[in-house]
């Protein structure tokens, strides 16, 4: 990188376990944000951004566990998130101390909209609270990202300013968010045009992006942007985040890849330049995906570019003809280059306990030794009923184990009789918090119906049941089924996810476990979001 203000690649900053945990049901327990930190670091992003320090201890002690152990220096940047106040910048300030390279990212609104009515501040007030606040942030550490929120709808000039006074005050990256998804791609790059053209120190400072999908136009908004001039990209796996969504790694990754060409003359290379564009290992975007998915119980869609399901394979009888003769018909890139491999049988009923470890962390999973042995356990008993176990299925296996914390209630049994001509009732036996053990029965609609009544008679917190999906792990009649549901108490949604070939069990499962993360919050701190929550005070 020649010069820190104008790299000539892109930088990939990944929001997943910030913007993307906000996603209604997403949230992650801390050990699920260092897997996926540790899979982000594998995959190559330049920055994480770990989450927001100050909405309550559990985020704090998750970006400072990612600040240890995986902002290393050869590691990712660690980056925090902190409204434009004291108390959040002080509080990110801390969390990022034990990475060799950390960010702080302190944003506040400019829009008229959000200025008026969200922070009742005047212009003069926000321009004023910017660079105090960035220059704070630079008594934590050099890195100092700044971003105008709901810049999309900010007035230029206004922005201009701001952004003047905020680089003036030492921010090494200007991020320019469209907050609600509402640029299009060329009003989205005339923006970073204007902004290029306009702030008379923008040449200190990397100007990245960051946007929502609520029109579907993220991805098209950065790699317009990236056209003029944007060098730092917020994204996240899958796409997840607020409402619909970031603008998807995956995507602007495999954009600027498969399209080098088109792109290379942007940064002044060669069209021909073989160069990467990005830092990412495209190979272990596959991956990142399942893991992020499988962890946020958020559902890649079958017909989701680049990770879909369906996004590599050609059901029709013409593709395939034209793919049989040559790929190049059809396919503009390869499986393996987003390291998709043919599921294949990789273990059997006598793989050992070190094979079992040495594919998992193949796959991305490094367990400490209690959750390996629950999780070989597991993988034993799946051998004995199903011949052939591939990777998909010891992810689930997996999955279903690193989300198995915080139990508060277990589930020792579950029984349910049904059929054509009997009413479906389930048993239920579940040891409490306090170390009871219930039982109790009931009646439903259907089996699963069933096994939540007579759960629902144990552990008493009204919830809604906002969905419930079943899904097989892998074809034939013995696979593995995952249950995921997602329940809302008040205004928050809980997900929970299992695995079984039995899929009365796994709902079961993921029932208790959606309602373990309840009961977790009920008990704790209510987090504070950083932008709905946002009252900045800049004292
Ligand atoms: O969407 C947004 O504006 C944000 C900011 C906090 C950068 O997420
Ligand atoms: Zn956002």
């Known amino acids: 990188m020649s010069n820190p203000s104008s790299p000539n690649r892109i930088l990939i900053f990944d ?6 945990e906000q ?44 600040a240890r152990e995986v902002g290393t220096v050869d590691g990712p940047t660690i980056c925090g998130l902190a409204r434009a106040t004291r108390a959040d910048i002080e509080r990110a300030g ?7 390279k950390g960010r702080i990212h302190t944003f506040i609104a400019t829009s008229d909209i959000h200025m008026q009515y969200k922070l009742r501040k005047s212009r003069e007030e926000v321009l004023a ?18 971003s105008p929120e709901d810049a999309g709808r900010s007035d230029p000039e206004f922005l201009y300013q701001v952004l003047e006074a905020a680089i003036a005050a030492g921010a090494t990256t200007v991020n320019i968010p469209d907050t609600v998804g509402y640029l299009t791609p060329s009003e989205f790059g005339g923006l970073i045009r204007g902004i290029k053209e306009n702030v008379p120190n ?25 056209k003029n001039g944007a060098r730092q990209l917020e994204c996240t796996i899958n796409g997840i985040g607020e409402r619909a969504g970031n603008a998807a790694l995956e995507e602007l990754v495999m954009a600027m890849h498969v399209r080098r060409a088109f792109y290379n003359p942007y940064f002044g290379r060669p069209a021909e330049s073989e160069a990467p564009l990005t830092n990412i290992d495209t190979r272990q975007i596959y991956k990142t995906s399942r893991l992020v998915s499988n962890l946020t119980g958020m559902f890649v869609q079958p017909n ?8 590599f394979a050609h059901e029709s009888g013409i593709h395939q003809d034209g793919v049989l003769k040559n790929k190049l018909t059809y396919e503009i890139m390869d499986a393996q280059s987003i390291g998709l491999t043919d599921n294949q049988i990789v273990l059997g009923k006598h793989s050992g306990r070190n094979a079992f470890r040495t594919r998992l962390q193949e796959l991305g999973y490094e367990l400490d030794d209690q959750a390996l042995n629950r999780a070989f356990l597991r993988f034993k008993e799946l051998a004995d009923k199903k011949k052939e176990i591939t990777d998909w299925d010891i992810e689930s296996i997996v999955n279903d184990e690193t989300q198995q914390s915080p139990e508060h209630f277990h589930l020792d049994l579950v029984q ?56 097989s792990v892998t074809a034939g009649i013995d696979a593995l089924g995952e249950v995921t549901i997602r329940i809302r108490h008040d205004d928050r949604v809980f997900s929970g996810h299992a695995a079984n070939t039995d899929i009365v069990v796994a709902s079961a499962h993921a029932y208790l476990h959606a309602l373990n993360r309840l009961y977790a919050t009920l008990q704790g701190q209510k987090a504070i979001h950083p932008q709905r929550d946002a009252e900045p005070v800049a004292s």
Not at 459 to 465: K, R
Request: proline letters at 5%; aromatic letters at 6%.
């Open 202 to 226: 923008i040449d200190q400072a990397v100007i990245s992006v960051h946007g929502h999908n609520d029109l579907g136009l993220a991805v098209a908004n950065f790699l317009e942007a990236v």
């Open 304 to 311: 989701k570019a680049i990770v879909g399901a369906n996004a």
């Open 94 to 100: 801390e969390a990022i101390k034990p990475a060799a």
């Open 15 to 20: 929001t997943t376990l910030r913007d993307g």
């Open 416 to 471: 349910v009789s049904c059929g054509d001509n009997s009413r479906p009732t389930a048993t239920v036996t579940i040891r409490t918090p306090d170390g009871q053990e219930l039982m109790d029965a009931a009646i439903g609609t259907g089996p699963v119906d069933a096994v939540y009544k007579a759960i629902n008679r144990v552990v008493d917190i009204p919830n809604q049941l906002i969905e419930f999906s079943v899904q």
């Open 23 to 66: 996603s209604p049901g997403a949230t992650l327990n801390v050990e699920e944000k260092l897997i996926i930190a540790r899979q982000l670091a594998r995959l190559g992003v330049d920055i994480i951004e770990a989450g927001f320090p100050f909405a309550s201890p559990g985020d704090f002690e998750a970006v400072q566990k990612i």
């Open 129 to 146: 609270i910017a660079p105090e606040m960035v220059a704070y942030a630079k008594t934590f550490t050099n890195d100092v990202e700044f």
